[in-house]
């Protein structure tokens, strides 16, 4: 890390873990504020071997976020946690958020799909509003994380294995059939979330397709159909991504599925026990 601080020093230390996709599908589109978003239907899975550790000073000069960062301050997803939290607090609440440190040792990968920034974000909410007391609920929280990051109320959920839907702010609980684990392939590329989408929208998108995915109805389905399917299956942004990025069709094997929009893709370690 490139400056003198470390965990050791922070008074709470906290875990933001990773999550991966089983599934997306695109089902819609909506519009809010004149801007466009795609509706999905999709299967998060928190990952328990990768995280992000968070440490965080509440003693500090200013409110300062430390980390290695491939972002400007105010693209980062805590800061901007921090400036949605802002209304929910008291002065005395304000001044000692403006005094807390946020060191992050960063293990997710960077425009993976595997919703590192958005677990930040959802971690700095979980903390801050245990430390200073705010006693806001989960529903609340819920709301100040879907104004961040569509991944963000997955995270705050707590829940292990969920059916996510609209824009990410619909959370399911889905019961394991069996609990399996997998292991992250990195490519070592970040992919634009955004341009992803847009490459979607502009070459794939289509409402008879939109009309047979919802026909298929993925969100019922086991763990163990969905791991008998292949990549482009289960993946509506499979497509579009290797457009973009044709070099990540080397990667492509049986059995190995992409997480998000991202570059990053898993396969199961244990593909008999994930199955029903």
Partial sequence: MPFNTSLNTCSVVAKAYAKVNLFLKIVGKTQINNTFYHLLQSRFMRVSTLFDTLGFNFNAKSFEILGNFDCSLEQNTIYKA?????PYLNAA???CLNHTQIIVEKQIPSGGGLGGGSS???CFLQVINKEFDLRLSKQELREIGASIGSDVPFFLSGLELANVEGRGEIISPYELESK???EIINPNLHCSTKEVFQRYAKEFYSANAISQIKAESWLTKSNAEILNNDAFSNNDLLKPLLRMYPKLESYLQKDVFLSGSGSCFWTC????????
């Fill in 82 to 86: 921090f400036q949605e939290l802002l």
């Fill in 93 to 95: 609440q304000k001044e």
């Fill in 120 to 122: 930040n974000a959802a």
């Fill in 180 to 182: 399996f684990e997998v």
């Fill in 269 to 276: 370690k244990n593909k008999s026990s994930g199955e029903a």
